[in-house]
């Protein structure tokens, strides 16, 4: 039989779409066998948001080679999109995928080994209009199923490769999105993490809504979670609020990416909103939904900010206290408005930055899981704890993550069950199954 092995850099439609094509393998014979080990054929699917995820990419791609130089090593995604020539370049190259026809990359790896000197099949992403469908009805080894309802973006931030990536706005059939959700459901999965390049832009060219899909799955037996991936804070208004707050599926747990607490640098983003309104989002939020939580990322050292444009976004931070923050710093992406301007950020000073934010971050969530103590509430069991044998994680509802002592893996994982949340550490909370 022959091996093939997956490697997936980035986001969670990157996990989704690796899925996918494992699937693919899958059903024409292959047997799928970890990264590290001899396989027959290496996918490397790639993620390019910043140019560290880049030099990933193309450290795993080497990698791939050196696990077997007999092997074909195939590179799909985004950075494969945006820098197809690039990559066909690397030494080992021997096909290159974007982030569209995923689905025929056997189709293709059938054509090379027939005797094609086709190396590069990435085509142009901007005009493509419709949703690629991926069908994936297994997810081993994972007790939340992802599903990717949505792909591109039209906004076009000052410093985001990704719409090149990944083109415009495509959102995926509801009757499709429904019929996978029956599956899941049916192979006993209890959570659904619904996911896109912009989720907030789901409906709009299919005259449907975000809303509308997370009613629909809302209806299923069996199906007990409904968590949203990273949307934008337009999306999230007093309709939008009034509408899910009686959702008691739907995870009180909101992404809502911010980008900077400084207006100034805001524009020069060409993000669509000011603060002042994402502190309004935030308290909506908080006021209608009990126990919310709401995370985010930011940027720092974006091309002209300050130290005063920069102490404007901690002092924001304090001020609205998320829970949690994904901090990252700036990266000039060819092709980006951003990559023009002046007044580069030093490395010392985005590093410097960075260092500030996460220190605040774990404060934040310290306090947040303090906040928890005390609390029964429900824990969705995923894994073995990896710092302690014999305990199990999982996640609550709002996204807290709880450690619990278990008689062994197979009780409990993929199972809800009521918890006791007893002591707050760093980045968990410690809890009796009750």
């Known amino acids: 039989m022959k091996r093939v092995a997956f490697f997936t850099l980035g986001c969670k439609v990157n996990q989704y779409e690796t899925g996918a094509m494992s699937e693919i393998f899958e059903n024409a014979g292959y047997e799928i066998v970890d990264f590290d080990t001899v396989a027959d054929v290496y996918v490397v699917n790639t993620c390019t948001v910043t140019g560290m995820s880049d030099r990933k990419s193309?450290?795993?791609i080497r990698k791939a080679k050196k696990n077997n130089p007999n092997s074909f090593v195939i590179v799909v995604g985004c950075y494969a999109q945006t820098s197809p020539e690039e990559v066909e370049n690397i030494p080992g190259v021997n096909m290159v995928v974007g982030t569209k026809d995923k689905?025929?990359?056997?189709?293709?790896?059938?054509?090379?080994k027939a005797g094609s000197s086709k190396i590069n099949y990435v085509d142009d992403i901007k005009g493509f209009k419709e949703f690629e469908k991926l069908d994936l009805t297994s997810y081993k080894d994972r007790t939340r199923a992802i599903l990717k309802i949505q792909d591109g973006c039209n906004n076009y931030c000052s410093y985001c490769i990704i719409p090149y990536a990944r083109g415009p706005v495509r959102s995926r059939n509801r009757e499709d999105v429904i019929n996978e959700v029956k599956g899941l459901a049916q192979n006993g999965f209890k959570e659904i993490v619904l996911t896109?390049?912009?989720?907030?832009?789901?409906?709009?060219d299919i005259g449907s809504s975000l809303l509308d899909i997370i009613k629909d799955i809302h209806d299923f037996e069996?199906?007990?979670?409904i968590r949203l991936g990273s949307i934008e804070p337009k999306i999230v208004n007093e309709e939008f609020v009034?509408?899910?707050?009686?959702?008691?599926?739907?995870?009180?747990?909101?992404?809502?990416?911010?980008?900077?607490?400084?207006?100034?640098?805001?524009?020069?983003?060409?993000?669509?909103?000011?603060?002042?309104?994402?502190?309004?989002?935030?308290?909506i939020l908080r006021d209608n939904i009990p126990d919310v939580s709401v995370t985010t990322d930011i940027?720092?050292?974006?091309?002209?900010?300050?130290?005063?444009?920069?102490?404007?976004?901690?002092?924001?931070?304090?001020e609205i206290a998320l829970t949690k923050m994904h901090v990252f710093k700036y990266s000039p992406r060819k092709g980006t408005l951003a990559a023009t301007y002046k007044n580069q950020v030093t490395p010392d000073k985005k590093e410097e930055r960075s260092s500030i934010l996460l220190k605040l971050s774990d404060k934040n969530l310290l306090e947040f899981n303090r906040r928890m103590e005390g609390r029964v509430v429900k824990v969705l069991f995923e894994q073995e704890f990896n710092l302690h044998k014999g305990k199990m994680e999982g996640l609550t509802m709002n996204f807290s993550r709880v450690v619990s002592s278990s008689s062994g893996e197979s009780d409990i994982k993929g199972k809800i069950c009521d918890v006791e949340l007893i002591e707050a550490k760093e980045d968990y909370i410690l809890g009796n199954i009750l």
């Open 103 to 112: 689905g025929k990359i056997l189709e293709f790896l059938e054509e090379i």
């Open 299 to 318: 940027m720092v050292g974006f091309p002209g900010e300050t130290d005063i444009e920069f102490n404007e976004t901690v002092e924001f931070l304090k």
């Open 196 to 204: 896109g390049i912009h989720l907030a832009s789901y409906g709009r």
């Open 58 to 60: 193309r450290n795993v």
């Open 222 to 225: 069996g199906i007990e979670r």
């Open 242 to 283: 009034e509408s899910i707050k009686s959702l008691n599926k739907l995870c009180p747990h909101f992404h809502i990416s911010l980008q900077s607490g400084c207006d100034e640098t805001l524009k020069r983003m060409n993000r669509k909103y000011t603060t002042g309104e994402y502190a309004d989002i935030v308290k």
